[in-house]
Nanobody, 123 residues
């Protein structure tokens, strides 16, 4: 079993930055694909970013390309989401997810999910 705990969310003005962290415990996620998803009020959960086991492959949804960066530190069993130039439409609960495969990406299913962290961007 893998437990994922997100942190780093909060309230920020439009144009600001936040860095989300997701720490894994229970089992290492060194050999796992990792992803970030978000869910805004009244909307379905959507894909944000994904990173491969090695960190060499990444993918982003179009709306965050050039503004968000996903990275991982396998020594710390942690995945990050650096979010810059935040917009009010980025407001959502952000979830991290992991799966013991090299790559899952935007359409695959992830085995483990965190509880989420709230990001609110004011205009």
């Amino acid at each position: 079993q893998v437990q994922l705990v997100e942190s780093g969310g909060g309230l920020v003005q439009a144009g600001g930055s936040l860095r989300l962290s997701c720490a894994a415990s229970g089992r290492t996620v060194r050999n796992s694909a990792l992803g970030w998803f978000r869910q805004a009020p009244g909307k379905e959960r959507e894909f944000v970013a994904a990173i491969s086991w090695s960190g060499g492959v990444t993918d982003y949804t179009d709306s965050v390309k050039g503004r968000f960066t996903i990275s991982r530190d396998n020594a710390k069993n942690t995945v990050y989401l650096q979010m810059n130039s935040l917009k009010p439409e980025d407001t959502a609960v952000y979830y991290c997810a992991s799966d013991p495969r090299f790559w899952v990406g935007r359409r695959g299913s992830y085995a483990y999910w965190g509880q989420g962290t709230q990001v609110t961007v004011s205009s």
